[in-house]
């Protein structure tokens, strides 16, 4: 295209200036992402201009929408017509992003039965290093030969690139949801969740803290109320409803690092582990998630402990809220995962001005 809309010209012209004088971007929208990933470096770079709904078919369930549109106007956009992110992307603070939603490509309580992020990814259009916007996929879900760029850019914490508009897949609302609390200490948790999970359970999402576990079931009205699931108790809507976005945006009390408890040496943790992994022991509190595949620490234990012990049982640790990210927040990948991932980063910002070291130190 020989011209742009006058919003990405300028951040166009902003890249091919951080690219003449060999300076760093630091991509951002709302900022309600800061603390997580590596610390961000570089001037900022504002995409909020960049922002509204492109198009929405909600028959073909597909949405296409700027990257600076606040992602609160997009749940709006779609509650109207009863339909959703199902992927439940954290929201952490008011005005966080479309944008910011994908490049983080994070999930909430029902990703575990839905899927991630990248998989409702259908088409992206980034602006790369090179002062080009480039497009991938299209609007409906299809086998394509090659990568499959538009998903690699969910989760890539904006190392390729910025972010200017993508097509999501959406999904209805679904028509029921219970939520039921069980007594449990973890074992019994963790045993009770994998039970359920090979039986015609419709598990929606679950949570562990305390000796106290919930699980949301969801779908059609005759099948949620008629399940029945001994030992549980009822949890009204309203008070479900709470619980779950308290999850979902990290307001609950166990995501809650006070300043003086950072000084103190804690630090959130994000463990991903296969969800039948066996009882994890590390010092201070645990939250557990997704049938038992996410589990949450608060502990003071080293990036070195932590990380051998998700190791151990076959999964990875992400640190999450800490005062020092020097140990890295993302596990160390293997020497060839990494190859695979400068030559992207090379081929879509040869010189380096997206977002350095946001994902790991060597991008």
């Known amino acids: 295209m020989d011209t742009y809309p006058p919003a990405l010209q300028r951040l166009t012209d902003r890249v091919a200036a951080a690219r003449s004088d060999n300076s760093a971007l630091d991509i951002r929208g709302g900022g309600t992402k800061s ?44 509650a109207e017509r009863g339909q959703c992110l199902p992927f439940e992307p954290p929201r952490f603070a008011a005005n966080g992003t479309v944008g910011g939603m994908v490049a983080a490509g994070l999930a ?8 991630p992020l990248r998989d409702f990814v259908l088409g992206a259009s980034i602006l790369g290093g090179s002062g080009e916007v480039l497009t991938f996929g299209g609007q409906v879900m299809k086998n394509v030969a090659g ?108 995501f809650e690092l006070t300043q003086v408890k950072l000084r103190a040496g804690d630090c959130l943790w994000r463990l991903a582990v296969p969800d039948t992994a066996p ?43 800490t005062l020092d990210k020097s140990p890295g927040a993302f596990s160390p990948v293997s020497s060839v995962s990494m190859r695979i991932q400068e030559r992207l980063k090379r081929s879509f910002d040869p010189e380096g001005v997206f977002n350095p070291g946001r994902l790991y130190p060597e991008l």
């Open 108 to 115: 909430g309580p029902a990703r575990a039965s839905v899927g």
């Open 35 to 78: 603390f997580y990933a590596n610390p961000p470096r570089g001037a900022l770079l504002d995409i909020r201009e960049l922002a509204g709904i492109s198009s929405y078919e909600p028959t073909e369930l597909v949405v296409t929408v700027l990257a600076g549109t606040p992602l609160a106007e997009l749940e709006a956009a779609l």
């Open 147 to 254: 990568y499959d760029v538009a998903r690699v850019i969910a989760g890539s914490w904006g190392v390729l690139g910025v972010l200017c508009e993508v097509s999501l897949k959406v999904l209805p609302i679904q028509p029921a949801f219970r939520t039921l609390c069980f007594e449990l200490d973890e074992a019994a948790a963790l045993s009770q969740l994998n039970r359920w999970a090979g039986k015609s359970v419709p598990l929606h999402a679950s949570s562990w803290h305390r000796g106290q576990l919930y699980v949301r079931l969801a779908g059609a009205s005759s099948v949620v109320n008629g399940v029945t699931l001994s030992g549980g108790r009822e949890v009204s809507p309203q008070a479900a409803q709470v619980w779950w976005a308290d999850i979902r945006d990290h307001r609950h009390t166990f």
């Open 279 to 321: 009882r994890i022991s590390l010092p201070g509190e645990q939250f557990i998630e997704w049938g038992g595949g996410q589990r949450w620490w608060r502990s003071a234990a080293s990036a070195i402990e932590v990380r051998a012990a998700a190791t151990a049982v076959g999964g990875h640790a992400t640190l999450v809220r």
